[in-house]
């Protein structure tokens, strides 16, 4: 797992997808990711160098990079790469393969009348974490190792690689700017999935909303 993180984000992206995310009671089934590749990357937080929010970026392989947006949303990335270079793999989309109770809970925030199919359950990178009960206390973490099934934090779980033929990619979801556009084709999804999110191009408002 770790080895296969220290790679190039833009290879390591189609190779996760149809791998199993495990965290505090819930695995999700990846199904689209987002490659960044830091300060290379006009779309990543890290494209300025470091700050206190983006340090877990520079902390090289297997770490969690967990984010606030919208002043509502938790996202979480996988690090990649070695320390000092900042690059990840955002979890945009997934299917919950077991938990699915704990899942729905979560995603429910309290209101039990709440309808949510099955498939809306990780569709979409915040609703992914808040299925898997990811916070920003995650962030900078290590991941767990894959047969720690008591460990608090996230475990990759590796699957076999997907044939070429059902990875799909493209610009990356709400990246305006430059670093946004379709000469970025850094999101992978598996083709025909419908867990995958919807794509939307991003709305410039003064700057650029960079991972």
């Keep these: 797992m770790l080895a296969l993180l220290q790679g190039d984000p833009l290879k390591v992206a189609p190779r996760v997808l149809g791998s199993l995310v495990h965290c505090r009671g819930v695995t999700v089934r990846l199904t689209e990711v987002e490659a960044y590749r830091g300060e290379d990357d006009p779309g990543s937080h890290a494209f300025r160098g470091e700050t206190p929010r983006t340090r877990p970026m520079f902390a090289g392989a297997g770490r969690v990079y967990a984010y606030f947006t919208y002043g509502m949303h938790t996202c979480v990335n996988l690090v990649c790469g070695p320390g000092g270079r900042a690059a990840a793999l955002l979890l945009r989309a997934g299917e919950v393969v077991a938990g699915a109770d704990t899942a729905l809970e979560r995603r429910r925030g309290g209101r039990p ?42 475990r990759l779980e590796v699957r076999p690689p997907l044939a070429p033929d059902r990875i799909a990619r493209g610009p990356r979801v709400g990246v305006a700017g430059p670093g946004g556009g379709a000469e970025f084709p850094w999101r992978f999804w598996i083709d025909g999935d419908p867990t995958v999110s919807a794509y939307r191009a991003a709305v410039r408002r003064g700057g650029s909303r960079p991972r």
Excluded: C, H, N, Y
């Excluded at 992914?128 to 720690?148: E, W």
């Design 113 to 154: 009348e709440r309808s949510i199919p099955p498939r809306d359950l990780a569709r979409g990178p915040a609703r992914l974490a808040q299925a898997l009960g990811v916070t920003l206390a995650d962030s900078g973490t290590l991941l767990a190792p894959v047969d720690d099934a008591a460990a608090d934090g996230l």
